[in-house]
Structures are given as C-alpha cells and as structure tokens.
Nanobody, 120 residues
Framework: QVQLVESGGGSVQPGGSLGLSCAVSGTIFNIVSMRWYRQAPGNQRELVAGITGESINYADSVKGRFTISRDNAKNTVYLQMNSLKPEDTADYYC???????????????WGQGTQVTVSS
C-alpha cells in the first residue's frame, strides 16, 4: 500500500506565502512523478505543478510565484507558494506515480488534500 499525506495548508493574506509538503509512504521502489493539483469550489481539478526527474512544469497561472521541489531521500514533494492571490484559494492535492517493486507496474495515487485560503 502507498499513502500520500499532505501538510502545510492554511489561511494567508494576499501577497503572503505558504509551503505545502507531501510525504509518500509504504511499499516504494520508485516514485516516477510527483504533482500538485488544486480544485476550487465549482471548478475542475487542475494541475498546478509537476516534477519528473529533472523536468518541471507549472500552470501558467502560477509561473514565477510557485516552486515545486522534491527530496528523493524522504519521498517528499514540496510546493512553495509566494505572492499568493485570492484566486489561489482551493484544496490542494498531491499526486504521485509510484512503482512498488522492480517487477510492478506504475500506479497513480492521490493525497487527501489540504485547504489553502487567500483572503484579506
């Protein structure tokens, strides 16, 4: 079994910063990709940022403000969010492609989500 546990959400004023983390635990041979998604009320879930090896991509709406990083030794992915705007308010979800053993296929997993509120 594999579990993803997010932490670090909360409330912040516009222009502020928050950092999210997501720890992957369980039977892990390799974590291929790690991503952050978000979903605001009434909206579809959207990809915020992803990291695969040395390759990183961001949604246009967060480029220059958010930074994704990962610590392979800790099986953890981070999302540093700066210059936050009210439109960044959403539930943020961690997502990972995990291979259990070298004989296993890759599977996709989700965390439970953490709420981020940007409001004055």
């Amino acid at each position: 079994q594999v579990q993803l546990v997010e932490s670090g959400g909360g409330s912040v004023q516009p222009g502020g910063s928050l950092g999210l983390s997501c720890a992957v635990s369980g039977t892990i041979f390799n974590i291929v990709s790690m991503r952050w998604y978000r979903q605001a009320p009434g909206n579809q879930r959207e990809l915020v940022a992803g990291i695969t090896g040395e390759s990183i991509n961001y949604a246009d709406s967060v480029k220059g403000r958010f930074t994704i990083s990962r610590d392979n030794a800790k099986n953890t992915v981070y999302l540093q969010m700066n210059s936050l705007k009210p439109e960044d308010t959403a539930d943020y979800y961690c997502n990972a492609d995990v291979i259990w053993t070298k004989f296993s296929t890759m599977r996709n997993y989700w965390g439970q989500g953490t709420q981020v509120t940007v409001s004055s």
